[in-house]
């Protein structure tokens, strides 16, 4: 799939690629509709610096190399309406897969709550471990930051989100 989405990246036609590899030109559309969204995708600002679930210090860069998927979630440590499940419903597809975060993919899971440390990530990783039925993942990481880093990733993402008084999350 990677020498497909270079040749789509690179101008090929869905029609050509089609009659080289017979790969069905239904999916094949569905891979240049990604790299095309994939094109207007803000620059990522690869140096916004974090602490990982250990208090390591880190940088985006460290995730993003560009050798495999890596999926990114945005979620406040102690939420309970929705961060929660979204982590919980992360994890059962995950473990559903033949494939191992850290080998063939990275999860990359930063708290947008710049209260949050690295033992509240460490817990979390360690239950999202469980739940998605690995015992150890080095591609499963959670991550902690200043408001202004996590600002950065979220700005550039065009993510936003809003603290509730009321429910403290």
Do not use: M
């Not at 961060?83 to 033949?98: M, Q, R, Y």
């Not at 690995?134 to 989100?161: C, H, M, N, P, W």
């Amino acid at each position: 799939l990677y020498h497909v989405k270079s040749a789509l990246d690179e101008g090929g036609s869905v029609e050509r690629i089609h009659e080289v590899s017979r790969i069905d030109p239904w999916f094949l559309h569905q891979l240049k509709e990604l790299s095309d969204f994939e094109r207007t995708l803000p620059a990522l600002p690869l140096d916004a610096e974090f602490a990982d679930h250990t208090g390591a210090a880190v940088t985006l860069k460290k995730y993003f190399t560009g050798d495999k998927p890596l999926l990114l979630a945005f979620v406040f440590f102690e939420c309970t309406s929705l961060c929660s499940p979204l982590l919980k419903g992360l994890g059962d597809p995950i473990g559903d897969l033949p494939w191992t975060p850290g080998k063939e993919f990275d999860v990359v899971v930063i708290s947008f709550d710049p209260l949050d440390t690295p033992a509240k990530a460490a817990a979390l990783r360690s239950d999202a471990l469980v739940n998605c039925r690995r015992a150890d993942a080095t591609g499963y990481q959670f991550l902690t930051g200043t408001e202004a880093s996590i600002s950065k990733v979220t700005s550039a993402l065009g993510f936003a989100f809003e603290w509730i008084v009321s429910r403290r999350e």
